[in-house]
């Protein structure tokens, strides 16, 4: 892998947390700037209620992020492989690109115009983090 693209990869993090920790992991980031340590980049997606992480990450939107994670799809393409219909893919996939774990971008189809394409950011797994607080 070289450089250009070692430096593109980025890590997402799915998980719970508290407004106190968004700003205490913020204070820990400028201080290790401050300090010029290098930082490495990685994407957090937190969710102070453990309901809403639940209701964002469904069995469904899990299979739609493990076929993007092998091979790029159009939403039609993926709506078939997934058996769901093209717009419950499509509204999820809007919700994901949102967040920034999947990214879009529309190609030539020849013949038949332009098709939008998705990807997932990461090939990797997201990190899924579940703290529970007793």
Do not use: C, Q, W
Request: aromatic share 6%; glycine share 4%; proline share 4%.
């Amino acid at each position: 892998m070289n450089a250009s693209r070692k430096k593109d990869k980025v890590t997402i993090i799915v998980k719970t947390g508290t407004r106190d920790e968004f700003f205490a992991r913020g204070k820990k980031i400028a201080k290790m700037l401050d300090e010029r340590k290098t930082l490495t980049p990685y994407r957090a997606i937190v969710f102070e209620d453990p309901d809403d992480l639940v209701l964002f990450l469904t069995k469904m939107k899990l299979s739609l992020l493990e076929a993007l994670r092998k091979h790029p799809y159009a939403i039609s393409d993926l709506a078939k492989k997934l058996h769901r219909s093209r717009a419950s893919v499509d509204k999820d996939v809007r919700l994901l690109e949102s967040v920034g774990i999947v990214k879009s971008e529309y190609v030539v189809n020849p013949g038949h115009g332009r098709h939008r394409i998705i990807k997932a950011i990461d090939p990797n797994p997201i990190k899924l983090l579940v703290e529970t607080v007793i």
